[in-house]
T-cell receptor, first 113, second 111 residues
Framework: NAGVTQTPKFQVLKTGQSMTLQCAQD?????MYWYRQDPGMGLRLIYY???????DKGEVPNGYNVSRLNKREFSLRLESAAPSQTSVYFC????????????FGAGTRLSVL | SQQGEEDPQALSIQEGENATMNCSYK?????LQWYRQNSGRGLVHLIL?????REKHSGRLRVTLDTSKKSSSLLITASRAADTASYFC???????????FGDGTTLTVKP
């Protein structure tokens, strides 16, 4: 039972490079989320997708784009990475039931040099 | 700004003691949840309390909610070294379909 799977687990980029973080869930959830977590801090919402075919900005969307490829997959793209985007990125999913209990992946640790 | 604010930021106790951490929020919520994060891992959901509930129990966890004060507390009784982790509250805004997480409380339980 995989739950939420994120790839890659670690990545080092140079300033200006691009990359896509992948996320897939096997729980048939409608809603998916991307967060970033900086040292000693909580999660900040980058983008979310309430259901397949919709995406919305969260608290810190600048510098990121997302694609809800299908119900299972939600990717996060950094078009031109900056050192300020060094962080741990978490993907999560939940039912669209008003409770919003979220299930998290293990995270992607990204360093931008 | 963050909806949920936890305090204390860090808490260190001996095994067997109780640990209490608090969360305050600013606007109306549908429910409030607590999550746990072990070092280097993703968050795991612990317990949910709805806006019309005042107290909820799950094993050694007890959560209270005071909507008049816009605050919640998480009590872990008879703590164990394995409870060492960061704990986050998350508020679900009415009809928003998303959660806002606080900055967390780092709990260290010494054996």
């Amino acid at each position: 039972n995989a739950g939420v799977t994120q790839t890659p687990k670690f990545q080092v980029l140079k300033t200006g490079q691009s990359m896509t973080l992948q996320c897939a869930q096997d729980m048939n959830h409608n809603s998916m989320y991307w967060y970033r977590q900086d040292p000693g801090m909580g999660l900040r919402l980058i983008y979310y997708s309430a259901s397949e075919g919709t995406t919305d900005k969260g608290e810190v969307p600048n510098g990121y784009n997302v694609s809800r490829l299908n119900k299972r997959e939600f990717s996060l793209r950094l078009e031109s990475a900056a050192p300020s985007q060094t962080s741990v990125y978490f993907c999560a999913s939940s039912e669209l039931d008003g409770l919003n209990i979220q299930y998290f992946g293990a995270g992607t640790r990204l360093s931008v040099l | 700004s963050q909806q949920g604010e936890e305090d204390p930021q860090a808490l260190s106790i001996q095994e067997g003691e109780n640990a209490t951490m608090n969360c305050s929020y600013k606007t109306s919520i549908n429910n409030l949840q607590w999550y746990r994060q072990n070092s280097g891992r993703g968050l795991v959901h612990l317990i949910l309390i709805r806006s019309n509930e005042r107290e909820k129990h799950s094993g050694r966890l007890r959560v209270t909610l005071d909507t008049s004060k816009k605050s919640s507390s998480l009590l872990i009784t008879a703590s164990r070294a394995a409870d060492t982790a960061s704990y986050f509250c998350a508020t679900v805004h009415t009809n928003a379909g998303k959660s806002t997480f606080g900055d967390g409380t780092t709990l260290t339980v010494k054996p």
